[in-house]
């Protein structure tokens, strides 16, 4: 079955410095995969998503993921974080091929930004 | 707007005790799901459905009940709730292609007692 770990629960940043969140998945044939982010009390909702069209992919709020086939990995980044990313997210994967159902979420990451 | 929404947003209950958190959306979306949150647990899909009268089990089904009689609504029902329930739930709703995204109501924080 597919899976995806994110490395840490918690990762602690300064505002303006570089937000790194990992997330690798279990696949020998890479997957559709998303990024989700949680601000507090409030649903999912979606950073970005890998189409195969371009390894780099940017999404809402400055964030980026980078999809590294060799590592099957697909790191999400922004250059300077802002007070305002403090929340928690969750990187997704659908195996090609498979019904849309069989999304697994990863366990998700908090991000912690200090002033 | 576009959107999901889910009642109550809070609820306590007891042990036993039946109850119904709705789910609407109103986007016209084919695909809705719920799924439960849990810490250190991440998110687990219960039930879905990809269209009016079609639903089935997720990743944690026991428990619980759905029905889709509406494209825009799907409940979710606890028959009778154990404390084990007790967790944040999320509807979300999608077009129902590979990359669609989901969209997520804000939640309900179920407690049983």
């Known amino acids: 079955a597919q899976s995806v770990t994110q490395l840490g629960s918690h990762v602690s940043v300064s505002e303006g410095a570089l937000v790194l969140l990992r997330c690798n998945y279990s696949s020998s044939v890479p997957p559709y995969l998303f990024w989700y982010v949680q601000y507090p009390n409030q649903g999912l909702q979606l950073l970005l998503k890998y189409t195969s069209a371009a390894t780099l992919v940017k999404g809402i709020n400055g964030f980026e993921a980078e999809f590294k086939k060799s590592e099957t990995s697909f790191h999400l980044t922004k250059p300077s974080a802002h007070m305002s990313d403090a929340a928690e997210y969750f990187c997704a994967v659908r195996p090609l091929n498979s019904g849309y159902s069989t999304l697994t979420f990863g366990k998700g990451t908090m991000l912690l930004v200090s002033p | ?113």
């Open chain 2, 1 to 113: 707007e576009a959107q999901v929404t889910q009642n109550p947003r809070y609820l306590i209950t007891v042990t036993g005790k039946k109850l119904t958190v709705t789910c609407s959306q109103n986007m016209n979306h084919e695909y809705m799901s719920w799924y439960r949150q849990d810490p250190g647990l991440g998110l687990r899909q219960i039930y879905y459905s990809m269209n009016v009268e079609v639903t089935d089990k997720g990743d944690v089904p026991e428990g619980y009940k759905v029905s889709r009689k509406e494209k825009r609504n799907f409940p979710l029902i606890l028959e009778s709730p154990s404390p084990n329930q007790t967790s944040l739930y999320f509807c979300a709703s999608s077009t129902g292609t590979v990359y669609s995204p989901l969209h997520f109501g804000n939640g309900t924080r179920l407690t049983v007692t």
